[in-house]
């Protein structure tokens, strides 16, 4: 097999080395052919270039063709995020303009309100410089003082009337300053007739004395007690007068009676006795007020303590009502004299 490889090759040796003879016959045909194929490939190597050339054009119109697509790629990927980027921004403008629209809806009725408002206290504006005017004026609040003294001067002149009709004075050998320390001291040294005076003892209303009694004797003076009967009588119109001269209801209202006056309590501490109960039976249960007396013949003696325990709290209802200080639940008199000095006194008029 070597042996017919090695043939073959120098065969093909040997005829590259044979060299072409030609005829001068021919040599003028074989010349043209010569020329003839040498001006056809010189034609074929321009048109080789020529190709060349334009294949090189080509293959660089490629390129840059190719490399012209894949920067439209990037763009493409650039212009798709960006897209997505767009669409999330548009969906959240949607949601800002959503709530823009709603703050400006809120922002409108807020407005609405306001000027509402405004027309609002423009008019409360006009009214309260209408006021102002007015309270400035002649009828304002210096005419309203004027009118209030005049009321308190009238309130005063008619209280003085009562203190004319029912004057409250020291009694006569008693110092006033004996006035609040009287009912300890007679408390003290007792009494024959069962009696435990108040502050009567300094004190006195159109010259009587005023005596509670705890108990009833065979020995107890019974002018002593119709003395303090009436004394209480007379306490207790004046209280009434000087309650309705200042316009104030008394929470313990009275019945008027002289000697045989009433007190009323609408929630009594005290079981009402079977003559109240009879007394009032007219009236309904849950409204019936009950009354005790404001004297001791005839009645229960801690029932009269009671009614002068009530008529105290009226006044010191009326002193608290005029700024006034109350001496305590066992001084009627004293109570009654501060009430007619404050209300008699010229600071009264300018308060």
Request: aromatic fraction near 6%; charged fraction near 25%.
């Given at each position: 097999?070597?042996?017919?490889k090695?043939?073959?090759?120098?065969?093909?040796?040997?005829?590259?080395?044979?060299?072409?003879?030609?005829?001068?016959?021919?040599?003028?045909?074989?010349?043209?052919?010569?020329?003839?194929?040498?001006?056809?490939?010189?034609?074929?190597?321009?048109?080789?270039?020529?190709?060349?050339?334009?294949?090189?054009?080509?293959?660089?119109?490629?390129?840059?063709?190719?490399?012209?697509?894949n920067?439209?790629?990037?763009?493409?990927?650039?212009?798709?995020?960006?897209?997505?980027?767009?669409?999330?921004?548009?969906?959240?403008?949607?949601?800002?303009?959503?709530?823009?629209?709603?703050?400006?809806e809120?922002?409108?009725?807020?407005?609405?309100?306001?000027?509402?408002?405004?027309?609002?206290?423009?008019?409360?504006?006009?009214?309260?410089?209408?006021?102002?005017?007015?309270?400035?004026?002649?009828?304002?609040?210096?005419?309203?003082?004027?009118?209030?003294?005049?009321?308190?001067?009238?309130?005063?002149?008619?209280?003085?009337?009562?203190?004319?009709?029912?004057?409250?004075?020291?009694?006569?050998?008693?110092?006033?300053?004996?006035?609040?320390?009287?009912?300890?001291?007679?408390?003290?040294?007792?009494?024959?007739?069962?009696?435990?005076?108040?502050?009567?003892?300094?004190?006195?209303i159109?010259?009587?004395?005023?005596?509670?009694?705890?108990?009833?004797?065979f020995?107890?003076?019974?002018?002593?007690?119709?003395?303090?009967a009436?004394?209480?009588?007379?306490?207790?119109?004046?209280?009434?007068?000087?309650?309705?001269?200042?316009?104030?209801?008394?929470?313990?209202?009275?019945?008027?009676?002289?000697s045989?006056?009433?007190?009323?309590?609408?929630?009594?501490?005290?079981?009402?006795?079977?003559?109240?109960?009879?007394?009032?039976?007219?009236?309904s249960?849950?409204?019936?007020?009950?009354?005790?007396?404001?004297?001791?013949?005839?009645?229960?003696?801690?029932?009269?303590?009671?009614?002068?325990?009530l008529?105290?709290?009226?006044?010191?209802?009326?002193?608290?009502?005029?700024?006034?200080?109350?001496?305590?639940?066992?001084?009627?008199?004293?109570?009654?004299?501060?009430?007619?000095?404050?209300?008699?006194?010229?600071?009264?008029?300018?308060?």
């Amino acid at each position: 097999m070597e042996s017919k490889k090695l043939a073959l090759m120098q065969n093909q040796e040997d005829q590259k080395n044979v060299k072409l003879i030609i005829q001068w016959e021919d040599y003028e045909q074989e010349l043209a052919r010569l020329c003839s194929l040498t001006f056809a490939l010189n034609e074929a190597k321009q048109k080789k270039q020529l190709v060349q050339q334009k294949l090189q054009s080509l293959i660089q119109v490629e390129a840059e063709s190719l490399s012209r697509s894949n920067e439209l790629d990037e763009m493409k990927e650039k212009l798709d995020s960006r897209k997505l980027v767009m669409g999330n921004m548009s969906m959240h403008s949607k949601v800002v303009k959503e709530k823009v629209k709603k703050q400006e809806e809120q922002l409108s009725n807020d407005i609405r309100s306001l000027l509402v408002a405004g027309t609002s206290l423009s008019g409360a504006s006009k009214r309260l410089q209408d006021a102002s005017r007015s309270f400035a004026g002649e009828r304002g609040y210096g005419h309203l003082r004027t009118l209030q003294r005049v009321f308190r001067m009238r309130q005063q002149y008619m209280v003085s009337q009562v203190q004319l009709l029912y004057p409250v004075r020291i009694a006569i050998g008693q110092a006033p300053e004996q006035e609040l320390e009287f009912f300890n001291n007679s408390s003290n040294s007792g009494n024959s007739a069962g009696s435990k005076p108040l502050d009567q003892g300094a004190l006195t209303i159109a010259g009587l004395h005023l005596t509670v009694f705890t108990k009833m004797s065979f020995f107890t003076d019974k002018k002593e007690v119709q003395r303090s009967a009436t004394a209480l009588g007379y306490v207790a119109h004046v209280v009434a007068l000087i309650a309705s001269y200042l316009q104030v209801p008394l929470r313990y209202p009275l019945r008027l009676g002289g000697s045989r006056s009433y007190i009323r309590d609408y929630a009594p501490s005290i079981e009402p006795s079977s003559s109240d109960l009879t007394s009032s039976s007219s009236v309904s249960a849950n409204s019936r007020p009950v009354e005790f007396p404001l004297f001791l013949e005839g009645q229960d003696s801690t029932r009269a303590a009671y009614a002068v325990f009530l008529l105290n709290k009226d006044l010191e209802q009326l002193l608290n009502y005029i700024g006034g200080r109350s001496l305590g639940p066992r001084h009627v008199l004293a109570n009654l004299k501060e009430l007619l000095r404050t209300i008699l006194s010229p600071e009264y008029i300018d308060t």
